[in-house]
């Protein structure tokens, strides 16, 4: 079995692909008819789905996998487990399940880079979800314990009261689009039709 795809997408750092790319690979090798169940990283299969937040499609490959695999590969198992925290919405046990298994070298590097993603993703949801919010949940939300997590979000401009012990969020500006006014589009429209002719 050829994985040079999915060699070359890990090595690239190119998480976003391997989905895509294991995706297809079964594919292939089912409709050649190869054997390819118990070679199968399936570990990484479950992590780039969930690399790319796509919990539905990790739920479906890990109920196609064999049970004999799942029993023999505790690293698949644990895979899985990050994807029942994100299925549950069980923030803080996605670090827990991240934390919680000695990853193998060449999973400890994807399990990684999830990480950072679901961090800045966690971030981008309390930005938007809270105007104030205490360092106890803010540590529960980013995996980290409250020093770095109030250390994390002071660094993106919120601010603390040192007595509640409460964050103020920082909101970011929304960029507005400027709005084209009529003469300047009848401009452009005159322009692109004498092009055209």
Same mark, same amino acid.
């Given at each position: 079995?050829?994985? %040079? ?10 998480? $976003? ?60 198992? !644990? ?8 299925? %549950? ?5 996605? @670090? ?5 298994? $000695? ?9 990684? !880079? ?15 979800? @809270? ?15 409250? $020093?770095? !997590? ?12 040192? !007595?509640?012990?409460?964050? %103020? ?29």
């Amino acid at each position: 079995m050829d994985f %040079t795809p999915l060699t070359e997408a890990l090595s690239s750092k190119s998480y $976003d692909k391997i989905s895509d790319i294991c995706d297809e690979l079964m594919l292939k090798f089912a409709a050649e008819g190869i054997p390819f169940q118990d070679e199968w990283p399936y570990q990484i299969h479950l992590l780039g789905h969930i690399y790319v937040n796509d919990i539905n499609s990790a739920r479906f490959l890990w109920k196609s996998i064999p049970s004999a695999i799942k029993e023999s590969q505790p690293e698949v198992a !644990a895979a899985w487990r990050i994807g029942q925290r994100l299925w %549950t919405r069980d923030y803080a046990g996605v @670090y827990e399940a991240i934390r919680g298994f $000695d990853w193998s070298q060449e999973t400890r590097v994807l399990v990684a !880079a999830f990480s950072e993603v679901y961090t800045k993703r966690m971030f981008q949801l309390l930005l938007s979800a @809270y105007s104030t919010i205490s360092i106890e949940d803010t540590a529960r939300f980013l995996g980290m314990n409250e $020093d770095d !997590a109030a250390n994390y979000v002071l660094q993106q401009g919120w601010t603390v009261d040192p !007595a509640s012990r409460m964050l %103020t969020v920082k909101k970011q500006l929304i960029v507005t689009e400027q709005k084209l006014d009529s003469s300047k589009l009848q401009r452009l429209t005159e322009y692109v039709f004498h092009l055209e002719h």
